[in-house]
């Protein structure tokens, strides 16, 4: 018996996964927003023969479950922020591809045919994570050569004995930005005075965000990190903003603005474009939830005329009016009277 399976869609003869030097190389992308902190948090795979009822016959060719030994995983794990890893950027979105190599030894099968494995991700504990699909299924097709077996190549699918073939594990990291504005107004508001800001995050522990200062001629500051459960301060002048990147929807921020009652200035924030105008210069700690957030700071210094200057200037111009109509009325040339 000899396989002669075709190999992808359309009765090509190119396998969808090709075998190098007994491996086959199987991807696992991680998408994530192109300003967010990669994750160092490690993805582990593992892999099984398939079960009986999972050997289901693809393209009219029986499978049968894989044999133990005859494939193995190297890696068997991946960490997207490790160095060296290929990464594209599109439209602000960033994918990182990793590799894995599905090790075949060829001298553990017994005899040609397909035989397949499940490859399953164990997902680490992170928020925002979301996955295509946990687990892939690999179809190995092993034929007669004059000197044993040899597996031509393979097939990768989503599901067992679908037409769905996929390279590899796509996961998805959602995260959301924080970003906090500066307003001065007032008649007396100084408009180039640096507000003080203090930030504090809660996350899962080693969490990292990336934070830029924008200024209000468009300029922006080098980029700075901030730790769950760390404190980050920041000045902010009229027009400012800073942006913090990589929260996801289960971290917390909280901010404060320092106190500046004494030099005459009323503090009031608003969150997001519609939220209700808030009298004070702190926010407790706030989830950020499912969207990116904006948070605006007021800071209002108004003068008026004191009601004392009033009262001591007006009797003062009303005498000065009454003499120059007297003036007018007592100088006024007098017509002859015949």
Same mark, same amino acid.
């Given at each position: 018996?000899?396989?002669?399976?075709?190999?992808?869609?359309?009765? @090509?003869?190119?396998? %969808?996964?090709?075998?190098?030097?007994?491996?086959?190389?199987?991807?696992?992308?991680?998408?994530?927003?192109?300003?967010?902190?990669?994750?160092?948090?490690?993805?582990?795979?593992?892999?099984?023969?398939?079960?009986?009822?999972?050997?289901?016959?693809?393209?009219?060719?029986?499978?049968?479950?894989?044999?133990?030994?005859?494939? @193995?995983? @190297?890696?068997?794990?991946?960490?997207?922020?490790?160095?060296?890893?290929?990464?594209?950027?599109?439209?602000?979105?960033?994918?990182?591809?990793?590799?894995?190599?599905?090790?075949? /030894?060829?001298?553990?099968?017994?005899?040609?045919?397909?035989?397949?494995?499940?490859?399953?991700?164990?997902?680490?504990?992170?928020?925002?994570?979301?996955?295509?699909?946990?687990?892939?299924?690999?179809? #190995?097709?092993?034929?007669?050569?004059?000197?044993?077996?040899?597996?031509?190549?393979?097939?990768?699918?989503?599901?067992?004995?679908?037409?769905?073939?996929?390279?590899?594990?796509?996961?998805?990291?959602?995260? %959301?930005?924080?970003?906090?504005?500066?307003?001065?107004?007032?008649?007396?508001?100084?408009?180039?005075?640096?507000?003080?800001?203090?930030?504090?995050?809660?996350?899962?522990?080693?969490?990292?965000?990336? =934070?830029?200062?924008?200024?209000?001629?468009?300029?922006?500051?080098?980029?700075?990190?901030?730790?769950?459960?760390?404190? #980050?301060? #920041?000045?902010?002048?009229?027009?400012?903003?800073?942006?913090? =990147?990589?929260?996801?929807? $289960?971290?917390?921020?909280?901010?404060?603005?320092?106190?500046?009652?004494?030099?005459?200035?009323?503090? @009031? =924030?608003?969150?997001?474009?519609?939220?209700?105008?808030?009298?004070? /210069?702190?926010?407790?700690?706030?989830?950020?939830?499912?969207?990116?957030?904006?948070?605006?700071?007021?800071?209002?210094? $108004?003068?008026?005329?004191?009601?004392?200057?009033?009262?001591?200037?007006?009797? =003062? #111009?009303?005498?000065?009016?009454?003499?120059?109509?007297?003036?007018?009325?007592?100088?006024?040339?007098?017509?002859?009277?015949?």
């Amino acid at each position: 018996g000899v396989v002669t399976p075709a190999w992808a869609e359309g009765g @090509s003869t190119t396998p %969808h996964l090709p075998v190098k030097d007994n491996k086959v190389t199987i991807a696992s992308k991680l998408t994530m927003d192109d300003n967010a902190m990669v994750p160092n948090v490690k993805f582990n795979y593992s892999i099984v023969p398939a079960s009986e009822s999972e050997c289901t016959s693809t393209g009219g060719m029986p499978v049968t479950p894989g044999v133990d030994g005859a494939v @193995s995983l @190297s890696p068997d794990s991946v960490n997207y922020s490790d160095k060296g890893l290929t990464s594209a950027n599109v439209d602000g979105t960033k994918t990182i591809t990793a590799q894995l190599s599905a090790v075949l /030894n060829t001298t553990e099968f017994t005899a040609p045919g397909i035989y397949r494995y499940k490859i399953t991700q164990q997902n680490p504990v992170l928020d925002g994570l979301s996955v295509q699909d946990p687990a892939l299924f690999l179809d #190995v097709y092993v034929e007669n050569n004059v000197t044993g077996y040899v597996v031509k190549g393979c097939t990768l699918s989503a599901e067992a004995g679908s037409g769905k073939k996929t390279d590899g594990f796509v996961n998805d990291y959602a995260t %959301h930005k924080l970003t906090i504005k500066k307003i001065v107004a007032g008649n007396q508001g100084d408009k180039k005075k640096d507000f003080k800001f203090t930030v504090s995050f809660s996350g899962a522990t080693g969490e990292t965000y990336k =934070y830029v200062k924008v200024k209000k001629d468009g300029t922006s500051t080098p980029e700075g990190l901030a730790n769950s459960g760390s404190t #980050v301060s #920041v000045s902010l002048s009229d027009g400012d903003s800073v942006t913090f =990147y990589g929260l996801s929807s $289960e971290d917390t921020y909280a901010v404060t603005e320092g106190n500046y009652t004494q030099e005459g200035y009323e503090t @009031s =924030y608003k969150i997001g474009e519609t939220g209700n105008e808030t009298k004070s /210069n702190t926010i407790s700690a706030t989830r950020i939830g499912a969207f990116d957030t904006t948070v605006t700071f007021t800071n209002t210094k $108004e003068a008026t005329v004191p009601t004392d200057v009033i009262r001591t200037v007006v009797p =003062y #111009v009303a005498i000065v009016a009454f003499a120059a109509v007297m003036g007018v009325v007592f100088f006024r040339p007098r017509r002859n009277r015949r």
